[in-house]
Nanobody, 122 residues
Framework: QVTLLESGGGLVQPGGSLSLSCAAS????????MGWYRQAPGKEREFVAA????????YYADSVKGRFTASRDNTKNMAFLSMSNLKPEDTAIYYC???????????????WGKGTLVTVSS
């Protein structure tokens, strides 16, 4: 069974930085694009970032472009999301996931992690 486990969430002040990790098992990790998504209270889950299977290409939502960086280590079956200049509106549960092969949008996802909470507040 495919398992994705996020870690690294917590409380951070506006303008601060935080890095999230996603440990994957049960899949050939290097074959998958890895995505990051978030869901704020009362809002729909949204796409944040993604990184190609080889790590050679990254994709970002406009709201985080220039502040967040996706990366991965295929030797360790791990994906990462480095977040900087955090804003209160970044507060959300953050999920790692595998965008669906053949999907038409980033919202087409095969596997989800359980999420980790990031709170940006003074």
């Amino acid at each position: 069974q495919v398992t994705l486990l996020e870690s690294g969430g917590g409380l951070v002040q506006p303008g601060g930085s935080l890095s999230l990790s996603c440990a994957a098992s049960g899949l050939t990790f290097s074959n998958y694009v890895m995505g990051w998504y978030r869901q704020a209270p009362g809002k729909e889950r949204e796409f944040v970032a993604a990184i190609s299977s080889s790590g050679g290409g990254t994709y970002y939502a406009d709201s985080v472009k220039g502040r967040f960086t996706a990366s991965r280590d295929n030797t360790k079956n791990m994906a990462f999301l480095s977040m900087s200049n955090l804003k209160p509106e970044d507060t959300a549960i953050y999920y790692c996931a595998t965008p669906r092969r053949g999907g038409t949008t980033w919202t087409d996802v095969d596997y989800w992690g359980k999420g980790t909470l990031v709170t940006v507040s003074s």
